[in-house]
């Protein structure tokens, strides 16, 4: 047997180790007035006992987002401006069928006492299209930490949050203002980590009659020349009574609202969150992210329910032409007459 290659593969194999386990730090790289254009699609699926009856009900969403870095400021944060260019998709509601809306259309505008809600104290189809169209068309601005963190807001936040309501989703507060430029980025590591690195990250969901906490281990599954590939594993469950405070729309003031007293005994079990990200390396920005949350939900009160629900949430990137083809054709139609 010949011996004398053994020196030079093991030397080798020793030269190659530390680029295996090689430390990489993840950070925001962007520059000053690099934008991105991102759609976020939101697809909510519901299975609700209630009564002895069984109902489905759905969500689509998608947000159009144009996402601006306008500045760095002397600690190194990024002063970020969002766009929320546009708003569309549809909802399923028990009892009242289909909801198709577009900001693009006009639906934001649209009467909120268009129907009665069927009659049974559903919200009408107007309040349920301003509900999810608000902030639609409206920019705001925050500071973003290079690990990806909202650190402070600079402009537009108090402006698109007041009046928000939703009457049968999520509503644009702060909360979900600042996720929306956080998934723009990603949640990062504090130090440098090699592939294979894990770190925690905990996050409260509020913008919601149902807030939730969430805790994830996220880990850096892979790197090459382009991107940084991060995976998610974790858990959601109820928020804690202290952890509630004003992000719980428990309908203050009606005492007499079943759905209040149901909101405050709210169980939550078989919470999950999975997911992937994609980050450039470049910029910082993510280049396609999905997540999967499930959960059940129990609630006793006056009237008991219980809820099934998947949400799967997917960003990626696009230009503005692909993003607002309506927009584009309107602009045309409008250059076309003149």
Known sequence: MNHRHFPTVLTLLFA?????AQDHDLKIAAKKD??????????????????????????????????TVKDIDDKGNFVVE????????????????????????????ADEDEDDGGGMG?????ALKKGFTHGAGKSYTVKVSPKGKVVGNVAGVDEIAEGADNPMGPSMDEGMLHRMVESAFATLPEKPIAVGGKWNHESGESGTRMPMQAKLELTLVKVDDESYEIGAAGTIDAAKADDKGADAKSDEGDEDNPMAEMMKNMKVK??????????????????ESKSVTSMDIEMEGEMSMSISTKMTTTTKRTTEAAALPKAAKKEAAT???K
């Open 34 to 67: 690099s934008t991105v254009w991102l759609l976020q699609e939101t697809k909510n699926e519901q299975s609700i006992e209630m009564m002895g009856q069984q109902m489905e009900s759905g969500q689509n969403i998608t947000h159009t987002l144009r996402v």
């Open 270 to 287: 078989n919470g999950k969150i999975t997911g992937t990200t994609r980050l450039s390396r470049a910029d910082g920005f993510v280049i």
């Open 335 to 337: 250059e076309g007459g």
């Open 82 to 109: 969002t766009t929320i260019a546009r708003i569309h998709g549809a909802v399923t509601v028990p009892m009242m069928g289909d909801v198709d809306f577009d900001s693009l259309d006009g639906a934001a505008a």
């Open 16 to 20: 190659a180790a530390p680029a295996f």
């Open 122 to 126: 559903m919200p009408s189809q107007g």
